[in-house]
């Protein structure tokens, strides 16, 4: 199931038009001198640094992409097909890895992690173990890219809502608009996909949700017990926010095909009893 070609372009041209208007910088956009880390509680630290090694594992999501999506694939279509991606992979990576980069400066700069050696080789430390994505298909991909990019967003949006330092509420605020804008990229590839495909997305789609986790939770120390922290330190957050948003979604779809709404209204009750929602 490959998107054609106009389809795929006319998205991720969309996508880089508005990315390359949305730019702001690591180094120099935030005002440091500002920063007041006595106004940090300690889960609030805590959550800065499980976010920071969530967003530095960009480069390992980059190679997946290019190990399944690759540009010298041998049928032509497929190659432009992966092409047309690779200009919203590499702007995509380059704004994950600087919500890493500038996570891990306000690290350095609010004492969590003063020394950037030894902050370097505790992230690389989770970044050298295996995970992967598992998915083949651009459709799953983006699937569980959708689930992921509301999950930062929101979870980006409820942790400032109860910080006071005004750093990272700048910091935060500019990594939610960022995870935004990378959503709806997500959303509307997932849209295209039922577009042209129909309900053969479906079951696809549910497989990726009923198997959703956060990146981490099978090779980071202690993941259960840090995420439920992490959760305590944004209220309004909920994990089952994203997979609720995919519902909604779904329905979306259904309002504008009534002859597959009773599939679609089937494949959520599936997923709620699944997920025991
Ligand atoms: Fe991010
Ligand atoms: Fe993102």
Not at 41 to 60: C, I, L, M, N, S
Not at 92 to 104: I, M, P, S, T
Not at 130 to 139: D, F, I, M, P, S
Request: charge should be negative.
């Amino acid at each position: 199931m490959l998107l054609p070609l106009p389809v795929l372009r006319e998205q991720v041209t969309h996508y880089n038009e508005l990315a390359d208007d949305a730019n702001w910088n690591r180094f120099k956009t935030l005002p440091w001198k500002d920063l007041n880390p006595d106004l940090l509680t300690e889960g609030q630290k805590q959550a800065v640094v499980f976010v920071t090694h969530v967003e530095d594992y960009t480069p390992g999501y980059c190679a997946e992409y290019q190990s399944i999506f690759p540009v010298n694939a041998a049928s032509p279509g497929e190659a432009m097909h992966n092409r047309e991606l690779f200009h919203f992979v590499s702007r995509w990576g380059l704004e994950e890895d600087r919500h890493a980069q500038a996570l891990a400066l306000y690290q350095v700069h609010s004492g969590i992690e003063s020394d950037w050696d030894r902050l370097s080789e505790t992230l690389i430390l989770e970044s050298q173990k295996e995970y992967q994505v598992g998915y083949k298909n651009l459709l799953q991909v983006t699937t569980f890219a959708f689930l992921q990019e509301k999950a930062t967003q929101l979870y980006y949006q409820s942790l400032a809502r109860n910080v006071s330092e005004p750093v990272l509420i700048k910091l935060l605020h500019l990594l939610t608009k960022d995870e935004s804008r990378h959503f709806v990229f997500f959303s509307k590839i997932v849209s295209a996909y039922f577009d042209h495909f129909g309900l053969d997305c479906l079951p696809l789609v549910e497989e990726v949700a009923m198997n959703y986790r956060m990146p981490l939770h099978s090779t980071m120390n202690d993941y259960r017990r840090r995420a439920i922290r992490m959760a305590r330190e944004a209220p309004g957050y909920d994990r089952a926010l994203p997979v609720r948003n995919l519902f909604g979604f779904l329905e979306e779809i259904g309002e504008g095909r009534p002859e597959w709404q009773s599939e679609l209204r089937a494949s959520i009750g599936r997923m709620k009893d699944h997920l025991r929602m």
